[in-house]
């Protein structure tokens, strides 16, 4: 299980550069609303010692430390970056933090960009929205296209339904990167049509600026899966790239 400190890094993340990373979650727990059965922070259920969230005061002094720091030793920033043990948006401070990491970010590292890793399942709320309209890289998570193959793959909390989703991301204009995770195993393939067609239909649909298409890179708590190869992966989305869409692919 990976548990990350509020701020945390730099890192070299495969898909950002050079990023810092902020967790708004527990530092020794896991709050997320979808359970994944490739979630490197592990099951929901192995992280419920510790349910304390950061507050934004916290965070803020924390990020303007670490910042300061890294401008003192010379370190590169290219991303400020939400992740961390579960979903950001679930922090009650979320908009605020936002708020306060921009400012940071514009005061000293004004060429790094701020991104959000999130399952989407909180856009249809105004504010949260708003927030995520501010970022420069707002990363929403649809790996399944019903909600029947989510509930696999995703495990969510009840009412989640991938209709809603893909309805509330419209109101981005395309102005947002999706994300998926492609993986094989018994009870779920990625290769598949009843997964890809859909999925593929989905992009279609909301037409987002970028895409990330990206495999399993760390142990999973669910010990069947298989990694998808970037060959393969290319190959499944080749047919979104012949049509014109950007879409980078991480193995």
């Not at 005061?107 to 399952?119: G, K």
Request: proline letters at 6%; one cysteine or more; aromatic letters at 6%.
């Amino acid at each position: 299980m990976l548990r990350e400190k509020t701020v945390f890094g730099p890192i070299h993340s495969r898909r950002l550069g050079n990023s810092l990373g902020i967790n708004l979650l527990p530092e020794e727990g896991k709050i997320c609303n979808f359970d994944c059965i490739y979630c490197e922070c592990g099951w929901n259920s192995d992280g419920r010692d510790d349910t304390r969230l950061p507050s934004a005061e916290k965070v803020r002094t924390e990020l303007e430390a670490a910042l300061r720091r890294c401008v003192a030793d010379g370190t590169p920033i290219d991303s400020i970056t939400f992740s961390g043990d579960g979903e950001p948006t679930l922090n009650p401070e979320f908009v605020t933090i936002i708020d306060d990491t921009l400012r940071l970010r514009d005061q000293f590292y004004p060429s790094a960009e701020v991104s959000v890793l999130t399952n989407a399942t909180r856009i249809d709320q105004p504010a949260i929205a708003a927030a995520l309209r501010r970022v420069d890289n707002a990363i929403m998570k649809i790996d399944a296209p019903t909600n029947e193959l989510a509930a696999i793959i995703n495990r969510p909390v009840a009412g989640y339904d991938v209709a809603h989703i893909v309805e509330s991301l419209k109101a981005f204009d395309g102005q947002f990167i999706l994300q998926t995770c492609m993986l094989r195993c018994c009870d779920y393939d990625s290769t598949q049509p009843a997964v890809l067609d859909g999925w593929m239909d989905i992009v279609r649909t909301l037409r987002p600026r970028r895409i990330m298409v990206y495999t399993i890179n760390r142990a999973t708590p669910r010990q069947d899966l298989e990694k998808l190869t970037p060959d393969t992966m290319r190959r499944l989305v080749q047919p979104l790239i012949d049509e014109g869409f950007n879409i980078d692919i991480y193995g």
